[in-house]
């Protein structure tokens, strides 16, 4: 008999998974994402951000308008597409900002004044695939536009450090903050002058990528991964001693804000970041745990993009985290994640008992209680191994002895073992006992 072929998922996408079902690349379980998407509610909530969805697909314009020619994104990392229905020139979104941006100038939605907003949800870029680095990621994007800063600019910040304190994860620890100031687009055009001169007297160091950008986009070789070529880049010109007076002070306002917050950061003046809309401050999350994907969050102010893409202009500021690379990094440190597992799996060894079994168990689910049912048949000890594998930390057995007595079995399964009887008649009393969280 001939075998059918498998289909497989697409290089570099990943499907994301119950924890239940073995896997052999060591990616986060679903359980986590779970939690963290409802940190990231409950977090961004009290700061007053707005959820916001686009599409994840939008006309390959307005990547390459919004995040420039000569980018690493834009250059060779989309998945661009022709429609084959009308033509059109589409493309899978590498990031949220561009279209969230055209969302909001197509809505005229800053007429009102400004917007605190976020999203969540797939990006795609064509990279080599490897930890930490998909074809298809996730990102929580953040969003803040109309705002001049610097005090939404170090909101930002703070609050991103709100959501690793949530998270359990510890700053200056597991994940340390740089910041630097590409100051406005005059300074940046001086301190590139003495950039290129620089990286001109040095041409016989300079990669073929480096050579390539030299006139074209010299800021990004700055951002050079090649070993060989960083005493050259480290002995380059900085943006920061090219700054006026007005940057300098917004950069300062930002930091002392920080300070007095007590978060440290680090000035990295070869902090550039991937695209060329950002202005001001930029800013990465850091960890030393995951090798060389080590930025979960990066971000910064825009306040050319909107006027860019057309829209009447108004400053902005926001960031990106790689929500992959997060939980790697909760997952590596091994940090505890509530809510896993179900309060209480139900053991039910009768068919006959299903109608008087399965009413009970809607009615501690809608007092909140998560109870799995044991479904599929099975005798008492089969059932009770099931239990136990489910992570649960009650078992409700509903023996023929225990129904006929009009009683469930409540039996802990983490600790002691101990097992009472309760009665079915007034469960609302007692269903609160079962709930590990509210
Ligand atoms: P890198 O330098 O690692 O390629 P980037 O500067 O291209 O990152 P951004 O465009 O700033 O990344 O995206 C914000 C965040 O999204 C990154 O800090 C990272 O955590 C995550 N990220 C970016 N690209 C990928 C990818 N291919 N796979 C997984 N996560 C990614
Ligand atoms: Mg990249």
Redesign the pocket.
Known sequence: MSKTPLIAAVK?MNDILPASVPRTDKLPDSALWHWFESVVRRVLARYGYQYILTPVVEPTALFVRGLGEVT??VEK?MYSFTDSMNGDRLTLR??ATAGIVRAMVEHNALYNGPLRLWTLGP?F?H?R?QK????Q???LDVEALGFPGPDVDAELILMARALWRELGLVEGEHVRLEINSLGQPAERQAHREALVRHFEAHADVLDEDARRRLYSNPLRIL?TKNPAMQAVVEAAPRLMDFLGDESRAHFDAVRAVLDAAGLACRVNPRLV???DYYNLTVF??VTDQLG????????GRYDGLIGQMGGKPAPAVG????????LLLIQALGLPVPGAAPDAYAVAPSAAALPRVMPVLEQLRAAGVAVVQHAGGGGMKAQFKKADASGARFALIFGDDELARGEVTVKALRGGGEQLARPLADLPAWAGTLKSTD
């Not at 930490?132 to 074809?135: A, E, M």
Request: charged share 30%; net charge negative.
């Open positions: 570099g690493d994104i990392e590498p990031e990006m870029r990279e695939p930490g680095r998909y074809r990621f996730h990102q951002d970041r991937g695209m990465e999350w060389a994907q080590g930025t979960v969050c990066g971000g960031f990106g985290l790689g929500i992959e690379r997060l």
